[in-house]
């Protein structure tokens, strides 16, 4: 089985500054993927980064960024330079194959940037 | 926007009554899955369909039921509704069947049950 885990229910920031929302799963698969995906008030589930286990480098995609510690089995996301749209659910997930491809999803850390 | 459709966007009925979300997957993309979000249960996936075929189940009740049809348009069958299934139903596609392919998210179907 799979599990993801957010520990931050809730977190903020000032606008221009930096967060870190933090994320731990487990797998029994050696190749997985993970992703973060962002869920603004409009409900809409939007991908902001993904990260191949096999790759040692962490993925960037301009402010965002990710800290991946393969054998820590963790996974935190990076927020630069904080805009006010960025206020909204954050969702890690891990999609480790195997018997199928879903998408495990944490709990989520609701984020509020603040002016 | 995704690319991915789902309709309608709100439906509220009635405990006992049955309905059927619609999803229309992106361009070329063979793979549909379906997500339940509730605020006790949070996102959980429920089944997978690829090129018309039920690849995967999740946490689907025997209530739930989908089918994907040859236009790869799929629909999430909801019956003998309870208060409980009232939620937000995500359909997501992707290419193919593995773990890399990204999930591109349509805008989701709230559902809520009176």
């Known amino acids: 089985a799979q599990t993801v885990t957010q520990s931050q229910p809730e977190m903020s920031v000032q606008e221009a500054e930096t967060v870190t929302l933090s994320c731990t799963y487990d797998t029994s698969e050696n190749n997985y993927y993970l992703f973060w995906y962002k869920q603004p008030p409009s409900r809409q589930m939007i991908l902001v980064i993904r990260q191949e286990a096999y790759k040692q480098q962490n993925a960037t995609e301009n402010r965002f960024s990710v800290n991946f510690q393969k054998a820590a089995k963790s996974f935190s996301l990076k927020i630069s330079d904080s805009q006010l749209g960025d206020t909204a659910m954050y969702f890690c997930?891990?999609?480790?194959?195997?018997?199928?491809?879903?998408?495990?999803f944490g709990k989520g850390t609701l984020l509020t940037v603040n002016p | 926007d995704s690319g991915v459709t789902q309709t309608p966007k709100h439906l509220i009925t009635a405990t006992g009554q049955r309905v059927t979300l619609r999803c229309s997957p992106r361009?070329?993309?063979?793979?549909v899955y379906w997500y339940q979000q509730s605020l006790d249960q949070g996102l959980q996936f429920l089944i997978q369909?690829?090129?018309?075929?039920?690849?995967a189940k999740g946490n689907i009740l025997e209530r739930f039921s989908a089918q994907q049809f040859p236009d790869l348009h799929s629909e999430l069958n909801l019956s003998s509704l309870e208060l409980g299934d009232s939620a937000l139903y995500f359909c997501?596609?992707?290419?193919?069947?593995?773990?890399?392919?990204?999930?591109?998210f349509g805008p989701g179907t709230r559902l809520t049950v009176l």
């Open positions: 997501a596609s992707s290419v193919g069947v593995g773990s890399y392919n990204e999930q591109f």
């Open positions: 997930a891990l999609n480790s194959g195997g018997s199928n491809y879903k998408l495990t």
């Open positions: 361009s070329g993309d063979l793979s």
């Open positions: 369909y690829y090129n018309g075929e039920e690849r």
